[in-house]
């Protein structure tokens, strides 16, 4: 799909039974792939909404996180209501952390619900799933990412994916479960990211021979 600019992929086979089948999901390295391999991309950034905790084991509550690499904001044009986002300068890209506690972006209606709207939540440590996050930002109000609803926040996906779920994994190429989206360069017409990420993602993801070499995003 494509909009101003912002394109989210998807997996096309055109021999499928019913046409074309398409699949959202792709393996984190094609995140990776893209970012390093493909020009005509401004920003890529890949995201997966999961269920987790927040508060203490004994008596967490459940909530919706966002679990997103750090150009995810900047590709969707985002700014926060008040604090900031995470981003490259944390030193989450390719999976490593600047050595202090994750971070963590609140929903703004989430804030208003468990946090009564109070201002001094930035600096605050929360407790989401198995880790302890500090929260430095609230977004918009009505920003909701990609998804048909606000997560209630926005974790580091780096940090938390393999923490939160064994079953995926950021090295493993048969591991699809990422959702990607990316922003254009403005001078980069549609067809030539398609056409760039298509090849990007059979060099690297197919042997020579691979009967599924048709398969385009």
């Given at each position: 799909?494509?909009?101003?600019?912002?394109?989210?992929?998807?997996?096309?086979?055109?021999?499928?039974?019913a046409g074309v089948a398409a699949s959202p999901y792709f393996n984190f390295p094609t995140l990776l792939d893209v970012a390093r391999d493909v020009g005509a991309v401004e920003s890529v950034?890949?995201?997966?909404?999961?269920?987790?905790?927040?508060?203490?084991?004994?008596?967490?509550?459940?909530?919706?996180?966002?679990?997103?690499?750090?150009?995810?904001?900047?590709?969707?044009?985002?700014?926060?209501?008040?604090?900031?986002?995470?981003?490259?300068?944390?030193?989450?890209?390719?999976?490593?952390?600047?050595?202090?506690?994750?971070?963590?972006?609140?929903?703004?209606?989430?804030?208003?619900?468990?946090?009564?709207?109070?201002?001094?939540?930035?600096?605050?440590?929360?407790?989401?799933?198995?880790?302890?996050?500090?929260?430095?930002?609230?977004?918009?109000?009505?920003?909701?990412?990609?998804?048909?609803?606000?997560?209630?926040?926005?974790?580091?996906?780096?940090?938390?994916?393999?923490?939160?779920?064994?079953?995926?994994?950021?090295?493993?190429?048969?591991?699809?479960?990422?959702?990607?989206?990316?922003?254009?360069?403005?001078?980069?017409?549609?067809?030539?990211?398609?056409?760039?990420?298509?090849?990007?993602?059979?060099?690297?993801?197919?042997?020579?021979?691979?009967?599924?070499?048709?398969?385009?995003?």
């Amino acid at each position: 799909s494509d909009a101003e600019g912002l394109s989210r992929f998807v997996l096309v086979d055109p021999r499928s039974v019913a046409g074309v089948a398409a699949s959202p999901y792709f393996n984190f390295p094609t995140l990776l792939d893209v970012a390093r391999d493909v020009g005509a991309v401004e920003s890529v950034a890949g995201y997966w909404t999961i269920s987790t905790t927040m508060g203490d084991p004994a008596d967490a509550g459940e909530v919706q996180a966002s679990l997103a690499t750090a150009e995810f904001f900047r590709a969707l044009g985002a700014r926060p209501a008040f604090g900031r986002f995470f981003g490259p300068a944390d030193g989450y890209p390719g999976g490593a952390t600047s050595g202090g506690p994750p971070l963590a972006v609140l929903a703004h209606g989430f804030w208003v619900r468990h946090f009564g709207s109070d201002s001094t939540v930035l600096g605050r440590s929360v407790r989401f799933g198995k880790l302890s996050y500090t929260i430095v930002g609230v977004a918009m109000p009505g920003f909701r990412g990609l998804e048909p609803r606000a997560p209630d926040v926005w974790l580091p996906l780096h940090v938390s994916a393999e923490m939160e779920n064994d079953r995926v994994s950021l090295s493993d190429r048969g591991s699809n479960w990422l959702s990607l989206v990316a922003r254009r360069k403005a001078a980069a017409p549609r067809d030539l990211l398609e056409q760039q990420a298509t090849f990007a993602w059979r060099r690297n993801n197919l042997a020579p021979a691979d009967p599924d070499s048709l398969r385009r995003i």
